[in-house]
């Protein structure tokens, strides 16, 4: 007999017992009628047992005392794609995967718990099957002689495959984001301390990058949060790319990345993987039928240098990412210990931002807008700037970002445009103004009425009036962008598309959006004089699509010779930018136009140079076998100058020590006396 039915074997030793030895003849009526009674139990029972193995809702087992199956179902057998004959005699171990520890379980105590001849209940296990997930809970008793000697296990199991599904289901959502499939903050916040804990003794080091998306809230705020979705999804899939596998990437919510980088503290390589980071998210993205452009902003710290546990690590990297967006977004810092005082600074510039306006220390400069052809002005620009009673003049690069995330770019554009209005009626002449205007501006219902007060209490000529908007207004619904264009088109304004090319960079748009000028940003000027540069075809395309259009072209930041020709040769209309005249007061303005006309002459280099950041910081020139202390005065995106050792020959290579572990290869280009200016091998 096989199966449950060698049980009877069992039940007819049993029934013979009840006979004592004796005969069936020689029982009493009594005692034959409780055996046929307790054999009829028997074979009911053996047959319900059979039915529930065949239901498939559990199983049966049993081994021998050293662990040999002795009994198994046929339909645990037949799952292990085997025979029951094949799995008799079989260690009972070999029925399950025992080397793997899934999700904390406590699989491996099944080999301890048995040694041990315990009994255990609801044992979660995992069939030895590689191509099938199968799991089940198993429960066993251990069984001994009348003489008290181990005789083996008898169990049973059930199949609990989906339950432990649905509960790593429930596990991966704890621990992962449901968005972008990424770590969530919780698993990265577990897995920094716990890498953090275990590198500490073996002083080995560990990375700690912070991402930050800028313009994100734009786009989600214009095309709607299922969009937003969408291009968070992409930005996942983006940086899945870049970061190395042996790094773990996830996402803290919102718009914020964090990337884990164990044993990595090369600030060369940290810094080569931001500046990808950055270029790749700064791609355009194809949303919904939609295209648009956002950027990133990269905080990078170093354990143990910057920190030595989870808290202290991400303060830094926070404080670093602080500083990235801070300095004009798009950029990666590392930590220094002067962020704090920076960070700070920044805090205190939010907070006075708010009362800026009624404390009368915003006011507009205007830059002259010049017509190429005669050196006319023929229009100014109004530039907002910020004096501040303790920081003095604080950058519109830093404040304007700080005004779009406190929601205060509103309030100050409403008045940039009533100001503008003002001053500019007062001026001799028929000069135009340009004023900018925010997408929260744009997206206002409200806007044109702004703008009809700002024309009526000044009494200047609405065609006097240019508005200048970016790409990224398009974000938003195309219904409610064709009424604003049509609300501000009825007033009699120029409308002035700014930056193009930058942002949104989707030309079906100007088949319906009524613009008067297309200025082409400054991004596309730089390096146009330089050999093999793509921008001068872009420009040349610009130009030409903006003749075919009846739109006049502004080339912005113009500050060398070489560029300002260049746009002479490629047809651009107008010129804005430092070779003609910086930003300046009403006042200036007002004198130079007294006449009611104002021509500039170009004044400016003869080549276009990057600019140069004063940095006085410490450095290292090691050259050979020697190492010189020097100061860097200066720094551009190719090169520096520096200070301290003497009549240095040109040509001379050294590598650049800029502390905390960052490198660089440059060559000596100049020399006078103590100074020189180095050319880095690299931007």
Same mark, same amino acid.
């Given at each position: 007999?096989?199966?449950?039915?060698?049980?009877?074997?069992?039940?007819?030793?049993?029934?013979?017992?009840?006979?004592?030895?004796?005969?069936?003849?020689?029982?009493?009526?009594?005692?034959?009628?409780?055996?046929?009674?307790?054999?009829?139990?028997?074979?009911?029972?053996?047959? $319900?047992?059979?039915?529930?193995?065949?239901?498939?809702?559990?199983?049966?087992?049993?081994?021998?005392?050293?662990?040999?199956?002795?009994?198994?179902?046929?339909?645990?057998?037949?799952?292990?794609?085997?025979?029951?004959?094949?799995?008799?005699?079989?260690?009972?171990?070999?029925?399950?995967?025992?080397?793997?520890?899934?999700?904390?379980?406590?699989?491996?105590?099944?080999?301890?718990?048995?040694?041990?001849?315990?009994?255990?209940?609801?044992?979660?296990?995992?069939?030895?099957?590689?191509?099938?997930?199968?799991?089940?809970?198993?429960?066993?008793?251990?069984?001994?002689?009348?003489?008290?000697?181990?005789?083996?296990?008898?169990?049973?199991?059930?199949?609990?495959?989906?339950?432990?599904?649905?509960?790593?289901?429930?596990?991966?959502?704890?621990?992962?984001?449901?968005?972008?499939? #990424?770590?969530?903050?919780?698993?990265?916040?577990?897995?920094?301390?716990?890498?953090?804990?275990?590198?500490?003794?073996?002083?080995?080091?560990?990375?700690?990058?912070?991402?930050?998306?800028?313009?994100?809230?734009?786009?989600?705020?214009?095309?709607?949060?299922?969009?937003?979705?969408?291009l968070l999804k992409q930005v996942a899939q983006r940086l899945k790319r870049i970061i190395p596998e042996t790094c773990e990437?996830?996402? !803290?919510?919102?718009?914020?990345?964090q990337g884990i980088l164990p044993d990595v503290d090369d600030r060369g390589r940290l810094g080569d993987m931001a500046r990808?980071?950055?270029?790749?998210?700064?791609?355009?993205?194809?949303?919904?039928?939609?295209?648009?452009?956002?950027?990133?902003?990269?905080?990078?710290?170093?354990?143990?240098?910057?920190?030595?546990?989870?808290?202290? $690590?991400?303060?830094?990297?926070? $404080?670093?990412?602080?500083?990235?967006?801070?300095?004009?977004?798009?950029?990666?810092?590392?930590?220094?210990?002067? #962020?704090?005082?920076?960070?700070?600074?920044?805090?205190?510039?939010?907070?006075?931002?708010?009362?800026?306006?009624?404390?009368?220390?915003?006011?507009?400069?205007?830059?002259?807008?010049?017509? !190429?052809?005669?050196?006319?002005?023929?229009?100014?620009?109004?530039?907002?700037?910020?004096?501040?009673?303790? $920081?003095?003049?604080?950058?519109?690069?830093?404040?304007?970002?700080?005004?779009?995330?406190?929601? @205060?770019?509103?309030?100050?554009?409403?008045?940039?445009?009533?100001?503008?209005?003002?001053?500019?009626?007062? #001026?001799?002449?028929?000069?135009?103004?340009?004023?900018?205007?925010?997408?929260?501006?744009?997206?206002?219902?409200?806007?044109?009425?702004?703008?009809?007060?700002?024309?009526?209490?000044?009494?200047?000529?609405?065609?006097? @009036?240019?508005?200048?908007?970016?790409?990224?207004?398009?974000?938003?619904?195309?219904?409610?962008?064709?009424?604003?264009?049509?609300?501000?088109?009825?007033?009699?304004?120029?409308?002035?598309?700014?930056?193009?090319?930058?942002?949104?960079?989707?030309?079906?748009?100007?088949?319906?959006?009524?613009?008067?000028?297309?200025?082409?940003?400054?991004?596309?000027?730089?390096?146009?004089?330089?050999?093999?540069?793509?921008?001068?075809?872009?420009?040349?395309?610009?130009?030409?699509?903006?003749?075919?259009?009846?739109?006049?072209?502004?080339?912005?930041?113009?500050?060398?010779?070489?560029?300002?020709?260049?746009?002479?040769?490629?047809?651009?209309?107008?010129?804005?930018?430092?070779?003609?005249?910086?930003?300046?007061? #009403?006042?200036?303005?007002?004198?130079?136009?007294?006449?009611?006309?104002?021509?500039?002459?170009?004044?400016?280099?003869?080549?276009?140079?990057?600019?140069?950041?004063?940095?006085?910081?410490?450095?290292?020139?090691?050259?050979?076998?020697?190492?010189?202390?020097?100061?860097?005065?200066?720094?551009?995106?190719?090169?520096? @100058?520096?200070?301290?050792l003497v009549d240095v020959p040109a040509g001379t290579q050294f590598v650049v020590d800029f502390g905390e572990g960052q @490198?660089?290869?440059?060559?000596?280009?100049?020399?006078?006396?103590?100074?020189?200016?180095?050319?880095?091998?690299?931007?």
């Amino acid at each position: 007999m096989t199966g449950l039915a060698s049980l009877g074997a069992t039940g007819l030793g049993r029934f013979k017992g009840l006979l004592g030895g004796r005969s069936a003849s020689a029982a009493t009526p009594v005692e034959v009628s409780a055996a046929r009674a307790s054999n009829r139990e028997l074979r009911q029972a053996l047959m $319900l047992l059979r039915d529930y193995e065949q239901s498939g809702i559990g199983w049966f087992w049993s081994t021998d005392s050293e662990g040999k199956i002795s009994y198994i179902t046929e339909g645990v057998a037949q799952k292990l794609g085997k025979t029951r004959d094949e799995l008799v005699g079989e260690s009972f171990h070999s029925l399950f995967i025992l080397d793997r520890d899934e999700d904390d379980t406590v699989e491996r105590t099944l080999p301890l718990i048995v040694s041990a001849r315990k009994t255990f209940s609801e044992l979660a296990v995992r069939a030895a099957l590689e191509e099938d997930e199968i799991w089940w809970a198993i429960s066993g008793r251990p069984q001994y002689s009348a003489s008290g000697e181990f005789a083996g296990y008898i169990g049973n199991g059930s199949d609990i495959t989906e339950s432990r599904r649905s509960q790593r289901d429930a596990s991966r959502m704890a621990q992962y984001d449901a968005l972008t499939g #990424l770590a969530n903050r919780h698993r990265m916040g577990k897995k920094l301390h716990a890498t953090l804990t275990a590198y500490k003794a073996a002083k080995r080091a560990c990375a700690l990058m912070i991402l930050d998306l800028d313009r994100f809230k734009q786009v989600n705020d214009t095309l709607g949060h299922p969009a937003g979705d969408e291009l968070l999804k992409q930005v996942a899939q983006r940086l899945k790319r870049i970061i190395p596998e042996t790094c773990e990437i996830g996402r !803290l919510g919102g718009d914020e990345f964090q990337g884990i980088l164990p044993d990595v503290d090369d600030r060369g390589r940290l810094g080569d993987m931001a500046r990808k980071i950055i270029e790749m998210i700064s791609q355009p993205y194809s949303i919904e039928g939609s295209r648009c452009v956002i950027g990133a902003s990269v905080g990078i710290a170093v354990a143990p240098y910057d920190g030595i546990d989870a808290d202290e $690590l991400t303060r830094s990297a926070d $404080l670093a990412l602080y500083a990235a967006k801070g300095g004009g977004r798009g950029m990666f810092r590392f930590y220094s210990c002067d #962020l704090h005082a920076e960070a700070e600074r920044r805090r205190h510039i939010e907070d006075d931002l708010r009362d800026a306006l009624a404390k009368d220390q915003i006011y507009l400069n205007y830059q002259p807008i010049i017509d !190429l052809k005669s050196s006319k002005v023929v229009g100014l620009e109004a530039v907002m700037r910020w004096e501040h009673p303790e $920081l003095g003049n604080v950058p519109p690069s830093v404040f304007i970002p700080i005004a779009e995330e406190t929601n @205060l770019i509103s309030a100050l554009g409403d008045w940039a445009v009533r100001k503008a209005c003002d001053d500019v009626v007062t #001026l001799p002449g028929l000069v135009s103004v340009a004023v900018n205007v925010s997408p929260a501006q744009f997206g206002n219902p409200n806007f044109p009425t702004v703008v009809t007060q700002a024309l009526a209490a000044s009494g200047l000529d609405p065609e006097r @009036l240019e508005l200048e908007v970016t790409e990224s207004i398009f974000l938003a619904d195309d219904g409610v962008i064709e009424q604003m264009f049509k609300s501000l088109k009825v007033l009699g304004v120029r409308l002035s598309l700014d930056d193009f090319g930058t942002g949104y960079s989707a030309l079906g748009y100007l088949e319906t959006a009524d613009f008067d000028k297309i200025k082409i940003d400054q991004g596309f000027i730089r390096g146009i004089t330089e050999k093999g540069s793509r921008n001068v075809a872009i420009i040349r395309s610009i130009v030409a699509l903006a003749e075919g259009l009846d739109m006049v072209t502004t080339a912005e930041g113009i500050e060398a010779h070489d560029e300002l020709e260049m746009m002479r040769k490629l047809g651009v209309q107008q010129i804005q930018g430092y070779i003609y005249a910086k930003p300046a007061g #009403l006042d200036v303005v007002a004198e130079a136009m007294a006449s009611g006309e104002w021509f500039i002459e170009p004044n400016g280099p003869s080549r276009y140079r990057n600019d140069r950041m004063t940095v006085l910081r410490k450095i290292g020139l090691i050259h050979e076998d020697h190492r010189y202390d020097a100061t860097m005065r200066n720094m551009s995106r190719t090169g520096g @100058l520096v200070e301290g050792l003497v009549d240095v020959p040109a040509g001379t290579q050294f590598v650049v020590d800029f502390g905390e572990g960052q @490198l660089g290869v440059a060559t000596v280009r100049r020399s006078a006396g103590s100074m020189m200016g180095l050319e880095f091998e690299l931007p």
